[in-house]
């Protein structure tokens, strides 16, 4: 009589298994991200607005409250704030307020007293390792494993580089992928309310940190509508999208009254009311604009940069509607491979920088933008990743475009299409051009990781250089390079004088006030710093940043 022996798993099945174990991957991740992390200077920063975090939550520590107050060193001389040193900041009664969102502020407040900005860096990189985790999960509900998901959202997408950054992308972005999934189970006919409920509730969470999950929400609330009308379930549909809109609009509405209560105001509703109202306003920018976050490998909006910009994703989107006929890729291979050698000789000769587009950081988006439609299953992913797109250059913030990585306000819609590879992607010749792509989408993330590297420790020595100055005041062109500095705003007599007005503001009064030496930190190589009224410039410096640029400081006195 013979026996079936049970088999024993090879190694082969053994990593396979371990890769497959959600928690294992997860701290994996979560290492490797904080090994990133170390390699940054948690003193600098990738944007200015995590200055005014950082700074807030320096201030609340040293008074040992709960207040987002900054204070002003300058009030009594300038009480309207004209000269305040951080952009964005309202005088809100007697305090001054920089954040615009309280659920993270609050969130770090207790870490921020233990270990710094180091143990707050750790709120951002959890972000990015449970919007991985959620792409998992969306994986499997399509039909694959959620193995590759998990490793293109978690190191491959830029959702990995603002695991570096104390912002709210990444804590939001996995709110929203997790309200995904919840909304994914509610619009199955075997679904429930509760799933309903919890997609909402993780939505609204999400919209009180970042302005774009409103309008992911609104889609993802009409995609769950859609599947079940289309199912013939219109009562079903009914009590579900009250669940969720119910749960979204409690949570935003808790978030408006803890601001009014912190702050007196809500600096969130005001900000989004504010930028919805001006949606749709000069259409060119605003195309511009949505070419360069999109698509586009350069951060300039120039002619030919949107032209190369729509070229590489009409390559990319043809490349992925050919994937199981090799000899029908060619010619967009070899379009990909001259746009990726136009970035990478672009970088080499000015240094790494923002590479500012979806498409040219994520490449694999653009492969599933054409395939996501062919299956039942995936068109609720596609209508979310792809529907929301449009709302977001027509109601989002313009002028910022090019500062950023990988269009920070489309991640959503990044992380939903690279999430739907696998299961797109499956026959050998298709998954062998997924593979490929996603290895130059990884190698592309791991440049944006170097230059955050670079970008935080250059800046967090540059601030550092300003705040050791002996003059007695500092005068910025801008609101945002002061912002640069965080924390040290808290110590330094700083002013922002960007235009004439305020700077003949700025000389009478720190004339009228005593002051003997100041100086004026200009733009990169200013030659010539714009006039100060009753003052004159006595010597000048250069402070280094990134490369071959400097920030001009020029030193003054009273004239005379």
């Given amino acids: 009589m013979l026996v079936a022996s049970e088999s024993r798993p090879t190694s082969k099945d053994v990593s396979a298994d371990w890769w497959a174990r959600p928690g294992r991957a997860a701290l994996v991740l979560g290492l490797v991200l904080f090994a990133f992390l170390l390699a940054t200077d948690t003193g600098g920063f990738l944007a200015t607005d995590v200055g005014g975090k950082m700074a807030t939550l320096e201030a609340m520590d040293r008074r040992g409250d709960w207040s987002p107050d900054l204070g002003y060193w300058a009030e009594d001389l300038d009480p309207d704030g004209s000269l305040y040193p951080m952009a964005s900041t309202s005088h809100v009664g007697d305090t001054w307020i920089n954040v615009t969102s309280l659920p993270m502020i609050f969130t770090a407040r207790p870490l921020y007293a233990v270990g ?10 959890l972000g990015t390792v449970l919007a991985a985790l959620a792409a998992r999960s969306i994986s499997r509900r399509l039909g694959g494993d959620g193995v590759m998901a998990f490793w293109l959202v978690g190191l491959a997408s830029p959702a990995t580089i603002y695991a570096l950054d104390f912002w709210e992308h990444a804590p939001a972005l996995a ?23 919890l997609s909402g509730l993780v939505l609204g969470l999400a919209a009180a940190m970042r302005q774009e999950a409103i309008l992911y929400g609104v889609v993802i609330g009409a995609a769950l509508a859609l599947r079940l009308l289309l199912s013939g379930r219109f009562l079903t549909m009914l009590g579900r999208c009250v669940a969720y809109g119910g749960a979204a609009l409690t949570m935003v509405g808790a978030n408006t009254l803890i601001e009014w209560w912190v702050i007196g105001k809500s600096t969130r509703s005001t900000r989004v009311s504010g930028t919805f109202v001006a949606g749709g306003g000069d259409p060119l920018l605003r195309f511009k604009e949505a070419v360069i976050t999109g698509i586009s490998p350069f951060a300039q909006a120039t002619t030919l940069n949107i032209a190369i910009a729509i070229i590489l994703a009409f390559a990319m989107v043809q490349l992925g509607l050919r994937a199981e006929r090799p000899e029908a890729q060619r010619p967009y291979l070899l379009i990909g491979g ?19 587009g979806l498409v040219a950081t994520t490449p694999v988006a653009a492969l599933v933008a054409g395939r996501v439609w062919r299956d039942e299953r995936h068109r609720l992913v596609g209508l979310v990743a792809l529907g929301t797109m449009p709302l977001v250059w027509v109601f989002g913030y313009t002028g910022g475009a090019g500062p950023q990585w990988g269009g920070r306000y489309l991640l959503l819609s990044g992380a939903l299409l690279i999430t739907a590879a696998p299961t797109l992607f499956t026959s050998t010749n298709a998954r062998t051009l997924l593979t490929r792509v996603a290895v130059i989408g990884f190698a592309i993330t791991m440049a944006g990781v170097t230059f955050a590297a670079m ?102 006195e009273p004239s005379g």
């Fill in 455 to 556: 970008r935080t420790h250059s800046n967090a020595d540059a601030m550092r250089a300003l705040a050791d100055r002996d003059e007695q005041v500092i005068l910025f062109n801008g609101g945002h390079r002061a912002r640069e500095a965080g924390a040290l705003n808290l110590d330094e007599q700083w002013f922002v004088t960007a235009t004439p007005e305020t700077r003949a503001e700025a000389g009478e009064l720190l004339l009228d006030a005593g002051f003997t030496r100041i100086a004026y930190v200009g733009g990169w190589l200013q030659d010539s710093p714009p006039e100060v009224p009753g003052w004159t410039v006595v010597d000048k410096e250069y402070v280094p940043l990134m490369g071959d640029l400097v920030l001009a400081v020029s030193v003054m």
């Fill in 338 to 356: 001259a746009v990726l050698a136009l970035w990478i000789f672009d970088n080499l000769i000015n240094g790494l920088g923002f590479t500012p």
């Fill in 116 to 125: 710094g900005g180091l143990a707050v860096g750790v709120i951002p990189l």
């Fill in 175 to 197: 709110l929203m992928m997790w309200g995904v999934v919840h909304a994914m189970d509610a619009s199955e006919p075997d679904g429930s309310w509760r799933s309903a409920l």
